[in-house]
């Protein structure tokens, strides 16, 4: 059965690189009738954290893509040491006692790149024994073949037929001086362990699977098939990075700026793969039907953003097409909490009706406080009196208008069709457009210009609400 893997290190928040490939594995995995395996990569103590750990989660729950079985390296040490064993007893393997760096390190000396330590490399079996029982520490390290002209090959279903000299790798740790796995090792022993059938990662660990097919030959497991995704990039053609772009690469920073996970993934699958048929919006399922590694670029993908602005105008474009095509139930329940957390106690009924009238005016999630504030506050934000007037009108004309409104609201229905009603006939008795009406209502009840369509909104806001807001313009009108 096909078997993919994400192996996440917590060393940090879970860069949207990061989640680019988990969405790639997840989604070739889902194509395909595999298993979806989330293995966290912790050997590496010294470098954990519990907040890394939990930003991961955080990020990988808040996708919403899940998957099917779940591992911590940290619990499979035995299974590493296993494989090491077995490598050095066939010889693929010795152990170097050089205290300066206790193996665990690769060097570069005088004479160029560090390969071997022939000192320890061609240590006898029984001095090694001797060493060993006698308590000094060592690394264990792969014995590269040195043979001319001997090549290391594998086929990436990327980047094509990949070959290396076994002159150009160095001898690789296997095991520190304190025992613990190296990455390699690690990495190796697991994906055997837990029958991974391909290895979808990013280009930067393209380099390193020259080694892990070397330790899968050495082991007598066979190797699980390669393919390696292009980088992200920022727009000055850097390496998408923690350490030089900040939060702009954290996938909690998009969820907390307001995007829909949906739209989300759709932004990432774009990023260096496409359905080729030109389609940007899908949804999950024509993302999972149209998904293939064939469809993936070799190039690297430039994720476009400002320093004043974090978000690539795409993934905001995306997500805009996302949040109008989301039901209204849906949708009000996600603005709903946004809305408590600013202070607005609303009820569901409230925030259902208001939905509908703002769903086309919003590219982010958390812009429901901008252009739906009115609805919820008691009291409506300055705005200048100069905005009463309708066009082609003056301060006269705008009084005349919100006093025949307020006459008209306090008898009309309230509901759509009859506030359209009602308020074009009071255009017709002042003799004015139906426009230079509804002008100086919509400042007034929403305290600017532009504003969700007027009678769903009046209707919302309901009689007592506009008429206190109308009786508050005509004041200020009459200050004038």
């Not at 790639?24 to 912790?42: E, Q, S, T």
């Not at 097919?213 to 850097?238: M, Y």
């Amino acid at each position: 059965m096909l078997r993919v893997r994400f192996a996440p290190s917590p060393t940090g928040f879970l860069h949207i690189g990061s989640a680019r490939t988990f969405i790639f594995n997840w989604l070739y995995a889902r194509h395909n009738g595999g298993v979806m395996i989330l293995r966290i990569d912790d050997t590496d103590v010294e470098r954990n954290t519990e907040a890394s750990l939990t930003s991961i989660f955080e990020g990988l729950r808040w996708l919403d893509l899940g998957w099917d079985e779940e591992y911590k390296q940290s619990e499979r040490l035995a299974q590493h040491r296993e494989m090491a064993e077995a490598i050095f007893q066939k010889g693929f393997a010795y152990r170097d006692f050089t205290p300066a760096q206790s193996g665990e390190t690769e060097r570069s000396g005088a004479q160029g790149t560090w390969l071997f330590n022939s000192e320890m490399r061609d240590l006898p079996a029984h001095e090694s024994d001797r060493r060993a029982a006698a308590g000094e520490p060592f690394a264990l390290r792969f014995r590269v073949p040195r043979d001319a002209g001997r090549q290391v090959r594998f086929a990436d279903a990327v980047y094509g037929p990949q070959s290396k000299s076994t002159a150009d790798i160095e001898d690789f740790a296997l095991l520190r001086s304190d025992g613990m796995p190296t990455y390699h090792l690690a990495s190796c022993a697991d994906d055997a362990g837990l029958r991974i059938s391909h290895v979808i990662r990013g280009q930067d660990h393209l380099t390193n699977t020259f080694k892990h097919v070397l330790i899968f030959e050495a082991a007598g497991v066979p190797a699980p098939q390669f393919a390696h995704l292009p980088l992200l990039v920022a727009p000055d053609g850097t390496k998408l990075s923690k350490r030089r772009h900040g939060q702009v690469v954290s996938v909690t920073t998009y969820r907390d700026a307001g995007f829909l996970p949906q739209a989300f993934v759709n932004f990432l699958c774009l990023l260096g793969w496409s359905p080729k048929d030109d389609r940007q919006q899908m949804t999950r399922q024509e993302i999972v039907d149209a998904f293939s590694l064939e469809g993936i670029n070799r190039a690297n993908t430039e994720v476009n953003f400002k320093e004043e602005d974090p978000f690539d105008p795409k993934a905001v474009w995306l997500n805009a097409e996302h949040i109008r095509a989301l039901p209204v139930e849906d949708l009000a329940e996600r603005l709903l909490p946004i809305v408590r957390a600013a202070g607005f106690p609303v009820d569901r009924p409230k925030m259902l009706a208001i939905t509908p009238l703002i769903r086309e005016r919003m590219k982010l999630l958390r812009d429901v406080l901008t252009v739906a504030d009115f609805f919820f506050a008691e009291e409506l934000p300055p705005y200048e009196t100069s905005e009463l007037i309708p066009k082609k009108g003056d301060p006269a004309l705008a009084l005349a208008v919100l006093q025949q409104a307020a006459q008209t609201l306090a008898a009309a229905e309230f509901s759509h069709d009859a506030l359209d009603a009602a308020l074009r006939s009071a255009a017709q008795s002042l003799g004015i457009k139906a426009g230079q009406m509804f002008e100086p209502v919509r400042v007034a009840v929403c305290g600017r210009k532009t504003a969700p369509p007027l009678f769903g909104t009046l209707e919302v806001l309901g009689r007592d609400t506009c008429l206190r807001r109308i009786d508050h313009a005509i004041a200020k009108l009459k200050e004038l």
